[in-house]
């Protein structure tokens, strides 16, 4: 069996030696092999590793992947829970994804406005141009980038008295960020 040292697993996962000695510390890796008081790692640690990783980009806490790590050492009778931490992992991601796509659509729409602007050498007609009139492709990252979702929208009842708000979002200029 092949074990790989702590300086290894650093450079393979690229992450700095100190998170894995974190890592260990928090009691991550329950099984990890120690010689001479060199930490070992096994394929095995590596596997528990990819995972630890993908837990934490998702956004969950240390103490939440050590009870995950817990549950894995009990066995069958914790699948339950181990599939509802990542039922909700994957809704956390998968809402991330959709704020994400939200943005590159931005980004695709505001890259064709500008090359457009470029190209033409002024915003003038940019500014006043509806979706309607723009490529097909362009329009849908632009729809795509400007739909609103329940946490976008605002409380225009703070605003009811200063008339902060007086324009609504179909009345803003496209140009404008």
């Not at 992947?65 to 009778?77: L, V």
Request: hydrophobic residues 35%; contains cysteine.
């Amino acid at each position: 069996m092949r074990l790989y040292t702590i300086g290894q697993v650093a450079a393979m996962f690229h992450l700095p030696i100190s998170t894995l000695r974190y890592y260990d510390k928090e009691g991550l890796f329950p099984n990890l092999e120690r010689r001479a008081g060199i930490r070992r790692f096994s394929q095995q640690d590596l596997k528990a590793l990819q995972v630890i990783e993908c837990l934490k980009k998702t956004g969950l806490e240390i103490k939440d992947i050590k009870q995950f790590m817990q549950w894995c050492t009990e066995g069958a009778s914790t699948y339950a829970q181990r599939h509802a931490l990542f039922a909700r992992q994957r809704a956390v991601v998968e809402a991330e994804i959709e704020h994400m796509q939200r943005i590159l659509n931005m980004v695709r729409y505001k890259c064709w406005y500008y090359e457009t602007a470029m190209c033409e050498g002024h915003e003038e007609r940019l500014r006043n141009l509806s979706p309607a009139d723009m490529p097909q492709e362009i329009r849908q990252a632009y729809e795509r980038a400007h739909m609103l979702t329940p946490e976008d929208t605002l409380d225009t009842s703070d605003f009811a008295n200063n008339g902060a708000l007086e324009a609504s979002a179909s009345d803003e200029k496209l140009g404008e960020c």
